[in-house]
């Protein structure tokens, strides 16, 4: 019967002694931290070099896609999904819809705002740095659409990323997205 009570004081010391430390917020906070850590699980970054098929030479710089890698460009039809410009293009080419790589079609604004990717160039074979951009405030053109992801990083590195109409900040605030150019910025290092 002494050893119950010894057991039930020390038990019972040891409660008072962890409510006087801990209370009920306390214990709230914690577990909302817990969950709000949980949720942002997800966000964590992530290392797709496997799935985009990057060698260790490559590692280096995400989007710069070669022959090795599976992305396959040519140098000679700037209006096919496969020109070496157009590695990381998520959209409609403007070189077919009335612009050209490098300049909207009439009655589109250029966005002030672009993506980025590494393209390998096979007919000097160097590799440079193309900034996306869209062209904006015209309806979607419908020719020479091309989904190319090589090198594209999920929405959390958004200057990678080509899922995300970048018409906000156009001219007259229009988002209506039309098509994509892809001039070059330089070479690639």
């Given at each position: 019967?002494?050893?119950?009570?010894?057991?039930?004081?020390?038990?019972?010391?040891?409660?008072?002694?962890?409510?006087?430390?801990?209370?009920?917020?306390?214990?709230?906070?914690?577990?909302?931290?817990?969950?709000?850590?949980?949720?942002?699980?997800?966000?964590?970054?992530?290392?797709?070099?496997?799935?985009?098929?990057?060698?260790?030479?490559?590692?280096?710089?995400?989007?710069?896609?070669?022959?090795?890698?599976?992305?396959?460009?040519?140098?000679?039809?700037?209006?096919?999904?496969?020109?070496?410009?157009?590695?990381?293009?998520?959209?409609?080419?403007?070189?077919?819809?009335g612009g050209s790589l490098t300049s909207c079609p009439p009655g589109s604004t250029l966005s002030p705002s672009s993506w980025v990717a590494s393209c390998y160039n096979p007919g000097d074979g160097q590799t440079y740095l193309i900034a996306y951009r869209d062209c904006c405030g015209k309806q979607t053109a419908t020719r020479c659409g091309c989904f190319n992801t090589h090198g594209e990083l999920p929405v959390y590195r958004p200057e990678f990323n080509n899922d995300i109409v970048w018409c906000f900040g156009a001219e007259n605030d229009d988002m209506t997205y039309h098509c994509t150019i892809s001039p070059v910025v330089g070479k690639a290092s």
């Open positions: 019967m002494k050893d119950n009570k010894r057991f039930d004081s020390t038990i019972e010391k040891l409660a008072r002694t962890t409510a006087n430390y801990t209370g009920r917020r306390s214990f709230i906070g914690k577990v909302g931290m817990f969950l709000a850590g949980s949720a942002l699980l997800p966000l964590l970054p992530v290392d797709r070099r496997a799935r985009l098929g990057l060698g260790e030479a490559q590692a280096a710089s995400v989007g710069n896609m070669t022959r090795e890698g599976g992305w396959k460009p040519q140098d000679t039809d700037p209006q096919a999904c496969d020109y070496w410009r157009h590695c990381s293009i998520d959209g409609q080419v403007c070189d077919c819809n």
